[in-house]
């Protein structure tokens, strides 16, 4: 598990845009969603399509204080497509869909405000 960054948290050290540009964050629609089980921390395990060009991928979210399964399918979610897989439990999370903590740690999901296309990369 990695460390949350909260606000007031120094940013990270500087980098430059090559290096940004190697991390390759997607949009994807969520096509379906439950409840991880045999995670050790709440989880929903997500299967989000990014279209032609990425496919669709699985992810593991810790996102249970905000969303319920039923809430997420059809919504859109970023994601970085290009980490290696990790596994969790007995689930194989491909994709690492990205939030942002709220004033208690809890993870609120980063997305567009307009729908965008599937596989459209972060520019």
Do not use: C, W
Request: a negative charge.
């Amino acid at each position: 598990m990695h460390k949350v960054d909260l606000p007031g948290d120094a940013p990270a050290d500087p980098t430059d845009f090559d290096t940004f540009r190697q991390i390759d964050v997607r949009i994807g629609t969520v096509l379906e969603a439950a409840p991880l089980e045999g995670a050790r921390k709440p989880a929903i395990r997500l299967v989000i399509d990014f279209g032609p060009g990425v496919g669709e991928k699985k992810s593991s979210a810790q996102i249970t204080e905000h969303y319920t399964p039923e809430q997420l399918v059809g919504r859109q979610v970023m994601a970085v497509v290009n980490f290696p897989p990790r596994q969790i439990g007995k689930f194989m999370s491909e994709v690492l869909t990205l939030g942002f903590p709220d004033d208690g740690g809890a993870i609120v999901l980063a997305a567009p405000d307009t729908p965008v296309p599937n596989g459209a990369r972060l520019a």
